[in-house]
Structures are given as C-alpha cells and as structure tokens.
C-alpha cells in the first residue's frame, strides 16, 4: 500500500463511455480496458467500489413521453445490466466481486447493505454498485456521492471521455481551458457540470475530492491512486 495515496476508492462509471464507438451496447474492448486499470489498481490492495450508469441502454430522460418514475426505473435497471457485464469481465480476469442493487433482485445481485458493502471491500472483493440510489430523479452521479459518502471512500475517480474538467465543452469550443485543479466552490460558481448540483453539492459536504480524467488513457487510474499528476482535482 505505500505505492499508493488512496486505499479505498470509488471508481464512477457512465454507461455510454461503456459502449465505445458504438454509442449503445458495451463494447468488448472498452470492458476489456476498463477491467484491466482495474486489476491493476487491485493488485496494488487499493479497496475498489465502482458505480455504473446506464446511458447505454436507457436513461430516465429519455421517456418523453413516459411517466418520469417509470422511465427512471428503466434507467436503473440498465444499470443493472452494465453492473453484471462489470462483474463478469472482472471475475474473468481473477478478481471477487459483489452487485449490490438498491433495488431487489436477489437472484442476480445482493440488497444495498452499507457495512456488508465494507466487509465485502476490507476483503478485498470489488464492490459494483447498481440502479442508483433506487430513487426516481436522482441521478448516478448522484449515488456516486452518497456510496462514497457511506462507504468511506477517499476519493472518487470520475472517468470520462475528455481528459478533465474544461471551462467549456472542449468537443465544442476550441478555446476551452482545462484546469489541473478547482474548487467545489468554483465548479458551482462556473456551473460547470462535472457531476450534477446534488452530487456536487454531497461531495462538498462530504470533503471527498474528485479526480476527473480520460478513462481510454491507459495508466491514468493507476497514476490517479499514486497521486500523481492527472486529469483535473476537485476539492
């Protein structure tokens, strides 16, 4: 553990970074990626909890027409899948894991159990949080904060698409400045959109630090719980 700065981690996970170039599904290659940074951060005994979206199967806003709550538990369950395609991919490569679902399903995964949640890590098993907070409008970003909160995490590791918290959308304006460090304060201030107001806010509260960086930088996870330089830090 002395080559690492964190010993236990929340990884945060969007499901459309899950599904590659492809935009929906999962991608073979991505899971492969991700489980891989995974491992390697495992092997150095670094504690790993991880939340997963489910933008690549379905979101709650994407019911227009539906009822909010239903279109929102859809989501949930898209979470569930990407959480036993995770657990899958890392069982494969020799890690123990556990789905904990806020939502029942004792057939496929365990409830929610806070101290279950950190026996299971003190063990050294990887726990995948799914279905959100099992809430309806509340975001994944959202359950993020609130596991780590109650899980004691030190840090939560947000891995995107882009490389760190820009001043604007990099894809969109060319002129967008990428900062290596920010404050809570000014991620608000700027309305930044690194996590949503919620999640934001709950981490603030909470005095747990974010580490946004580019997931398909292979290294990056493994750089980010030495401390070393990466991607942007929120605190």
Known sequence: MSQTKYKRVLLKLSGEALAGENKTGLSVDVLEDITN????????????????????????????????????????????????????????????????????????????????ATKHLEKGRIVIFACGTGNPFFTTDTCAALRAAEIDAEVILVAKTIDGVYSADPKVDPNAVKYDEISYADILAKDLRVMDLTATTLCKDNGIPLIVFAMNEKGNMLKAVKGEKVGTLVK
């Open 37 to 116: 940074q995974v491992k390697e951060i495992r092997d150095l005994g670094v504690e790993v909890a991880i939340v997963v979206g489910g933008g690549n199967f379905w979101r709650g806003i994407y019911g227009q027409k539906m009822e909010r709550t239903t279109s929102d538990y859809m989501g949930m369950l898209a979470t569930t899948i990407n959480a036993l395609a995770l657990q899958d991919a890392l069982e494969a490569k020799g890690m123990f894991t556990r789905v904990q679902t806020a939502i029942e399903m004792r057939e496929i995964a365990e409830p929610f159990i806070k101290r279950k």
